[in-house]
């Protein structure tokens, strides 16, 4: 059987995407092919490397608007036979031809129960909305902004007094553990989108 082949997009330091090489990457038959990037210099293309995996930048200043610099994305994500692309704080909005061209082969991780808190800063939306419980959600990517299929979903309790550096650090924590567990998930064909729009994982019989 041949590997599932995972290509990640990051633009930082690459926290999620060493989690994923740490617990996923050569195992289970789950392998990482590429790794891409907005930025040059992103630490999390020097992971990369340190894994002996490809990766490529696509520098936003290099291409004529976001279709192209997406396009070209594109064309070396499938080049490098990708079954699913992994979100690991990409922070660029993909084009709707983007989304279109690995429908249901995207997944993102979110620092948020969704539909609760969705877009930019989802922790310091949580701490103003004073709840006591925020998480984490792995979920498809569509067009909308953090609106596609949410595959899994765990509960992190805010810290009493509202203290956001605890709550980062264990909504990161939280993010390492599961998205590799939803990754693994999908390659190994246990999650389905249906034709209403949700996401159904097959449990084990």
């Given amino acids: 059987m041949s590997n599932f082949r995972l ?3 990051a633009s930082g330091t690459g926290t999620n995407l060493q989690a994923i090489l740490d617990r ?3 195992r289970d038959g789950v392998e990482v092919v590429g790794v891409g ?3 040059a210099g992103a630490r999390a293309l020097a992971r990369a490397l340190e894994a002996e ?3 490529a930048a696509f520098p936003r200043d290099e291409y004529a ?3 192209a610099r997406d396009a070209a994305m594109g064309d070396w994500i499938e080049a490098r ?3 699913l692309v992994v979100l690991a704080g990409y922070m660029q909005l993909l084009s709707a031809a983007f989304v279109g061209r690995f429908r249901n082969r995207i997944v993102n991780i979110h620092p948020a129960l969704l539909p609760a808190f969705p877009g930019l800063d989802a922790i310091g939306q949580a701490l103003a909305a004073g709840v006591e419980t925020t998480g984490v959600s792995v979920h498809f990517v569509d067009e909308g902004v953090d ?3 949410v595959l899994l979903q765990r509960e992190v309790a805010v810290p ?3 203290d956001r550096a605890r709550l980062e650090r264990a909504i990161h924590a939280t993010e390492h553990e599961l998205y590799p567990e939803a990754i693994r998930m999908i390659a190994a064909g246990r999650v389905r989108i249906e034709a209403n729009g949700h996401c159904v994982v097959v449990t084990d019989e």
């Fill in 7 to 9: 290509v990640v997009l």
């Fill in 24 to 26: 996923l990457h050569g």
């Fill in 37 to 39: 990037s907005d930025k």
């Fill in 53 to 55: 995996v490809e990766t």
């Fill in 65 to 67: 608007d976001r279709e």
């Fill in 81 to 83: 036979g990708a079954d």
């Fill in 147 to 149: 609106t596609g299929p």
């Fill in 160 to 162: 009493a007094g509202g």
